[in-house]
Nanobody, 119 residues
Framework: QVQLVESGGGLVQAGGSLRLSCAAS????????MGWYRQVPGNQRELVAA???????KYADSLMDRFSISRDKAQNTVWLQMNSLKPEDTGRYYC?????????????WGQGTQVTVSE
């Protein structure tokens, strides 16, 4: 099993910045993908950014100019730097870890951290 613990959410004014952190623990394989998704009530959970242990990164197209993902492979920690925040960035941000199993793939999720951007 894998446990993910997020931190760093909160309330910020439009134009401000936040840095989210996620620490993974448990049985974590060398090759995995960690990342961040977000969800607004009534909407589907959407990808924000993800990064593999090999350093490959994927961003949501609309966010890559303002958000930056990074990770420490040794510590199994991932960060999301969010700059120039907008009210539409408000939502619950979930940390994600995916890794292979014998036949297939396992997905793990954190509890989420709330980000609220005021006008």
């Amino acid at each position: 099993q894998v446990q993910l613990v997020e931190s760093g959410g909160g309330l910020v004014q439009a134009g401000g910045s936040l840095r989210l952190s996620c620490a993974a623990s448990g049985i974590i394989y060398r090759d995995n993908t960690m990342g961040w998704y977000r969800q607004v009530p009534g909407n589907q959970r959407e990808l924000v950014a993800a990064i593999t242990t090999g350093g490959e990164i994927k961003y949501a197209d609309s966010l890559m100019d303002r958000f930056s993902i990074s990770r420490d492979k040794a510590q199994n920690t991932v960060w999301l730097q969010m700059n120039s925040l907008k009210p539409e960035d408000t939502g619950r941000y979930y940390c994600y870890l995916g890794q292979p199993r014998t036949f297939g793939w396992n997905d793990y999720w954190g509890q989420g951290t709330q980000v609220t951007v005021s006008e």
